[in-house]
């Protein structure tokens, strides 16, 4: 089996340089407020981009699927938790006020971008080494953590919330504890799938590597 595409990585080293680039724009923007969380998580982003330029640059002979995917998300997580430790006024008011005001941030924005893009570009991938073999697991994975992504958006939902707060105690805690394990359970082996998804042709890079 060939090698990783260049026509796949360049463009990911591209994007991973506006990644980059906009981590070092964050990062002088909040050393000026001197705002230490938010440069904690700017520096994740920069060394996040740094790391997809290597992979655009051919720097890493296998698992470019799962690098690019690992990437996109610590990206735009990172974009997000930087909002939140500069935005604390919105943090404060809950989780859904909190997303909504990255939505009016440009640079969080770019970062939810690369990191959509840098996944989707990891999705091509791994639709294209040995899709019989990885389209399943990836589906079975996703499947597998819909209940937990079901589950949060219950939880942030107001009415919701309000409902589970008019729950006696005791049922509350049982329904709770239930949720918990089972939940983990799910995601345990959802995120497994995912990865061994994402792993498919880690041994045919290698191999293609070495000739």
């Known amino acids: 089996m060939p090698p990783t595409s260049r026509f796949i990585l360049a463009p990911a080293g591209l994007v991973s340089l506006v990644a980059l680039i906009g981590g070092v724009v964050g990062l002088v923007m909040a050393l000026r407020l001197g705002d230490w969380f ?7 982003v920069i060394v996040a981009g740094a790391m997809g330029v ?6 890493f002979r296998a698992s470019h699927a799962l690098a690019l995917l690992c990437i996109g998300g610590a990206i735009a997580v990172s974009g997000l938790l930087a909002f939140a430790a500069s935005s604390r ?7 859904g006020v909190m997303v909504r005001g990255t939505l009016r941030d440009p640079l ?7 990191g959509a893009l840098l996944m989707a570009l990891s999705g091509v ?5 040995r899709p019989g073999k990885s389209l399943p697991l990836l589906a079975m994975g996703a499947g597998l953590c819909l209940p937990a992504a079901i589950a949060a958006g219950i939880g942030l939902h107001p009415t919701s919330r309000d409902w589970l707060a008019g729950l006696p105690p005791l049922l509350l805690t049982v329904i709770a504890f239930v949720a918990f394990f089972t ?8 995120l497994h799938c995912i990865i061994r998804a994402f792993e498919i042709g880690r041994v045919d890079d290698a191999s293609a590597a070495k000739q």
């Open 38 to 44: 938010a440069i904690g998580f700017d520096l994740t």
């Open 54 to 59: 290597m992979v655009g640059l051919g720097r």
């Open 89 to 95: 006024a919105d943090a404060a008011q809950g989780m």
């Open 108 to 114: 969080t924005l770019s970062r939810y971008g690369v």
């Open 125 to 129: 991938i791994l639709a294209l080494r």
């Open 183 to 190: 939940l983990l359970v799910c995601v345990s082996a959802g």
